[in-house]
């Protein structure tokens, strides 16, 4: 069974909610209970919009962009 769920900019807010996230003042994600930003695995903070996905283990985050994303993808394959 798959774990994987699709949403679009709508959503966004109760994404983040059900990951405990927030945003700060700022506009970028954090960590609601500490307020740590949220990072790329590259250490790049991160926005609502600029979110692409949310990969399964300690959840790591993704831009929005080819370039993040084929950079997961290839890190998983390692």
């Known amino acids: 069974m798959s774990s994987e769920l699709t949403f679009d900019d ?3 807010e ?3 909610d ?3 996230n927030a945003v700060d003042e700022e506009g970028y994600i954090i960590k609601e209970d ?3 930003r949220i990072l790329t695995p590259d250490g790049t903070p991160l926005t609502p919009e600029e979110l692409g996905g949310i990969a399964k ?3 790591i985050y993704v831009d929005d962009n080819y370039v ?6 290839k890190s ?3």
């Open 10 to 12: 709508s959503a966004i």
């Open 34 to 36: 500490t307020g740590e």
């Open 14 to 16: 109760f994404v983040l």
């Open 18 to 20: 059900a990951f405990d």
């Open 76 to 78: 998983r394959s390692e």
């Open 57 to 59: 283990g300690s959840e």
């Open 68 to 73: 993040s994303v084929l950079e997961y993808l």
